[in-house]
């Protein structure tokens, strides 16, 4: 019955003027993409689970191809978000590229966090889970060294892992727009405030601490844009299949976010934006002192110009600070997502690190 | 003649978001960068936990009057699993660890490569013995 009078109505809409009936079309069109196709898919480089702790799972990429670089590389992902933005579609996946190029990637998700990890630290997903996930790397490749690879929050994370874990055999750290230095972190410092932002209450209250929070803090670095321009982008270029197919995978990634353990919110919000430790060398894992200068491994740092979320200020710092003689600190003209999805980083971001990786893996 | 454009809802969308957005823009952005917004936003959010609080209590007090577990009372369950998988986490890597340290280990392979050299000898023996088989024997002449 539906379906008959959405059919009467098209053929109505064929006598109609031209101008009215494209836009009929395009308001089919934008309508079809947000209520009735499905979602795409994600994560489609082949994978499999190597090893799991709690709710996280270590992967290992295209075991079937051959692996012509002899270091393997672990990435650590973010406790925000999913991981798939790094496997998002075929032909726009850092993950599908590096296994292409021969390297062998495994990739550390952390998974959805549920009610009864709401006490986890940062010192026990950095001390309890990440050295074993390099193990495991180092047995699975049969290798004697690994590369780490750290977006966003997950570079911070691996910047202490490393800084902790000088044993290790750690050759290269690829940091990709991972925030270091808190002094100057744009709106948050200012929103995250000691004196009107009461972390203790929200944690002690919420305990998991919920995306669509996390969501709202970035939406508000942009309100208008962040809210109603993607729709507006879509809209306007609902034509275009290749544009509609990127905004559909965008879309999905920036709103199936995860919660944030309430213990690691707590130490990430207060430690790091509240009273800049880790830069200041004041940072306490377990009882140990973190202090980046005890890092020497070959450094890749990557920072994006127009990231707001983690701006090239906070980014640049760690070389200062780090012992490591071979380091590089690179500037994109992209923004904290565009680094790791879409034409530019296809283009640029991609073979840099394939590059980078291959040359000082020899 | 001038021609009537359709009206077109999302057209007008679009120019009321790039209007909004050209003359609202910076002016948001000075507002979010007041203390007074930081100060305002602190006291909504400390309201609305205050309020999410009272909710939980007042949740947690029914669900024990009518002996339902609570989120808290279930996520412990949870722990208790999360914590009992850890420890065989532990255990398997203490004896991948073990093993891989483990003298009979060493001795194995060492084993392994002794077959694999007689293996190999006793490949090349009988390449040796099919060549002298194979071998045409002497002419009646080389025998004279």
Partial sequence: MVYSSVQEWDK???????????????????????????????????????????????????????????????????LINKPYILDLTPGSSLIEYLTNEGHDVYLLDWGTPGFEDRHMKLDDYILDYMPRAVKKVLRASDAKEISLLGYCMGGTMTSIFAALHPELPIRNLIFMTSPFDFSDAGLYSNWLDKRYFNLDKLVDTVGLVPFEMIDFGNKL????????????????????????????????????????????????????????????????????KVQLSVIQANVLNIAA?????????????????????????????????????????????????ANWLTENSK | MSQTKLFDPFTMWKDIYERTEATWGEVIQ???????????????????????ELVTKMTEAYLKQVNMPTRGEIASVASLIVNLEGKVDDLEEKIEEDTLKNEL??????????????????????EMLEELTTKPGPSAKEKQ
């Fill in chain 1, 12 to 78: 109505w809409m064929d006598g109609m003027p031209e101008e009215l009936k494209s836009s009929y079309e395009r308001f089919k069109r934008v309508s079809d993409v947000l209520t009735v196709e499905p979602e795409p898919k994600v994560g489609q480089t082949p994978k499999e689970v190597i090893w799991t702790k709690n709710k996280a799972k270590l992967y290992r990429y295209q075991t079937t191809l051959k692996k012509t670089n002899k270091v393997p590389i672990l990435m650590i992902y973010a």
């Fill in chain 2, 105 to 126: 280990g060493k001795e194995i392979g060492q084993l392994k490569k002794a077959v694999t050299h007689i293996d190999k000898k006793v490949e090349k023996v009988l």
């Fill in chain 2, 30 to 52: 000075e507002t979010l960068k007041k203390e007074s917004f930081s100060e305002g936003m602190g006291q909504t959010l400390t309201n609305n936990l205050q309020y999410q």
């Fill in chain 1, 221 to 288: 670095l942009s309100p208008i844009s962040n809210t109603y321009g993607p729709y507006i982008g879509l809209m306007d270029r609902v034509d275009n299949e290749a544009f509609v197919e990127n905004w559909k995978l965008m879309q999905k990634w920036l709103n199936d976010g995860i919660p944030f353990p309430g213990e690691a919110y707590r130490q990430w919000i207060g430690e790091f934006y509240q009273e800049n430790k880790l830069l200041n060398d004041e940072l306490m894992i377990r009882g140990r």
């Fill in chain 1, 305 to 353: 110009k127009r990231d707001n979320i983690a701006a090239p200020k906070q980014v640049e710092p760690l070389n200062a600070a780090i012992s490591s003689k071979n380091k590089t600190f690179h500037l994109m003209d992209t923004g904290h997502v565009s680094v790791v999805v879409g034409r530019k980083a296809v283009q640029e971001t991609y073979p840099l690190i």
